[in-house]
């Protein structure tokens, strides 16, 4: 199997991380799924793993993502620190 993204000028990394910023970006904005879970769906270690990414991608904290999409924030817990 060969990789067509050369030809794109990408790296199978750089596709994959826009894969997992799509899909994350999705879970935040239609879900209220816990950060936990979310960061699990898209293949992240941890809460905080995710929290980087999202702050690397947008610039802002999940929870502000969530916000903007009119998502009421998690009660406090082990999931909802953004």
Not at 37 to 56: E, K, N, P, Q, T
Request: charged content about 35%; hydrophobic content about 40%.
């Amino acid at each position: 199997m060969r990789w067509e993204g050369h030809s794109r000028g990408t790296t199978w990394r750089e596709e994959v991380e826009a894969v997992r910023q799509e899909h994350t970006m999705e879970l935040l904005r239609a879900t209220d799924l816990p950060l936990r879970s979310v960061a699990a769906r898209v293949g992240y270690s941890d809460m905080r793993a995710l929290r980087r990414a999202v702050r690397r991608w947008e610039g802002r904290a999940p929870r502000d993502i969530r916000s903007e999409a009119g998502l009421a924030t998690m009660p406090l817990g082990a999931d909802a620190v953004n």
